[in-house]
């Protein structure tokens, strides 16, 4: 692969986002996309919001600004890209034509723009054969987010990005996480302040009429069966799927989201039992000089003992889990946190995609008491 060893300068553009609601036509914020869409046409990388997390963008159609997302991500390149576009009328030179039938077109109504990104078979010469990893198909998207939404638009071409983070690190919510990881191998930032859902988007496949859920996200199981209700949809077991099987949508394969430290997860059927559990474990850990996290919620995190306990949202309210969930196991990094028990949360709804990124931040160690 081609990349460029120089030392690359970030541009960084803030963007109110509210201000960019209310008026569009605000100087500031056209200014900042017109040149960072610029950047994009030139062929360079630029991370930007979107309402999961934040993404690092590059042209689809270039192979030399794709491979920059590998290089500056430390992305291995069997890993495809999600496409992000801007309106349908993009799909046309990405997505093969006379594909699209009226499952598909019922969920883009439902979910586009939004979290849910859809594999289609890929428009051969359409894309760089970087962005789907050699593989024959694609997952495209129309993110629901202002300050992507007009990026897109600007740019003029489809954006392959996946999550703007070092490749296996926690995905970022922040511009600051961006900054954290990327500063200095990306061509711009677009800080249009935190995420929305906090994880990313769901990932689905039909085949032979039936539809996959490849990777559980932003859009739940139950979301998508109200609009589908007579398909039948399959949902990714516990465990995902094994390493060495060639991944078919990004989260796949590899351990990703994970914290610097040792984490395993914590699930029972008893409260107290896990509580006490969980306690055993951080005071035994503690005990051999190790510096100790609980990654639990707000109902129950006054209950722990440790060097760092860290509430990650609501269990009354989940959506705030997967919110928090990315920055809580960033902080960890940041108090120098190496040995950290995360309770299970529920796997209903949202739950699915917030315990999938659980399992592979902690490498799929669980511990059921």
């Excluded at 935190?194 to 994880?199: A, D, H, I, N």
């Excluded at 107290?272 to 503690?286: G, H, R, S």
């Excluded at 028990?341 to 799929?364: D, Q, S, V, W």
Aim: hydrophobic share 40%; net charge negative.
């Amino acid at each position: 692969m081609n990349v460029r060893t120089e030392t690359i300068v970030t541009l960084y553009w803030k963007v109110d986002v509210s201000n960019a609601l209310a008026a569009a036509q605000l100087e500031s914020a056209d200014h900042a996309i017109a040149e960072a869409a610029a950047l994009l046409r030139d062929g360079e990388t630029v991370a930007f919001p979107t309402e999961t997390v934040y993404g690092l963008g590059a042209d689809a159609t270039s192979t030399a600004a794709v491979e920059r997302i590998f290089k500056a991500k430390g992305r291995p390149s069997d890993n495809p890209l999600i496409v992000h576009i801007a309106d349908r009328k993009q799909l046309a030179g990405v997505a093969a034509p006379g594909w699209i039938d009226a499952e598909h077109r019922q969920l883009m109504e439902a979910f586009w723009p939004g979290p849910l990104t859809i594999v289609l078979p890929v428009e051969t010469g359409g894309i760089s054969p970087l962005v789907t990893a050699g593989l024959s198909t694609v997952g495209v998207r129309i993110p629901d987010h202002p300050v992507a939404l007009r990026l897109l638009q600007e740019a003029g071409c489809p954006v392959a990005a996946p999550s703007a983070n070092s490749s296996g690190r926690p995905s970022p919510t922040l511009a600051s996480h961006v900054r954290d990881d990327l500063d200095g191998r990306i061509g711009g930032l677009v800080d249009g302040g935190p995420t929305g859902v906090g994880v990313e988007s769901t990932v689905i496949q039909f085949v032979a009429g039936e539809l996959y859920i490849l990777r559980p996200g932003g859009v739940t199981a139950e979301q998508l069966r109200s609009v589908l209700p007579d398909t039948r949809i399959h949902e990714p077991g516990r465990e995902d799927v094994h390493e060495t099987v060639t991944p078919r949508a990004p989260g796949m394969k590899y351990t990703h989201y994970a914290p610097q430290g040792y984490m395993h997860i914590v699930q029972g059927d008893d409260e107290e039992d896990v509580i006490a559990w969980i306690q055993l474990d951080i005071d035994a850990a503690k005990a051999r000089g190790e510096s100790t996290g609980i990654l639990t919620f707000e109902e129950r995190a006054s209950r722990y003992r440790a060097d760092r306990v860290i509430a990650c949202g609501s269990l009354s309210r989940p959506e705030t889990i997967a919110q928090e969930l990315y920055a809580a196991l960033r902080r960890f990094d940041e108090e120098g946190i190496r040995y950290i028990a995360a309770e299970a949360c529920p796997e209903t709804g949202i739950g699915h995609a917030i315990m999938n990124r659980l399992r592979k931040a902690a490498g799929h160690r669980l511990v059921r008491v």
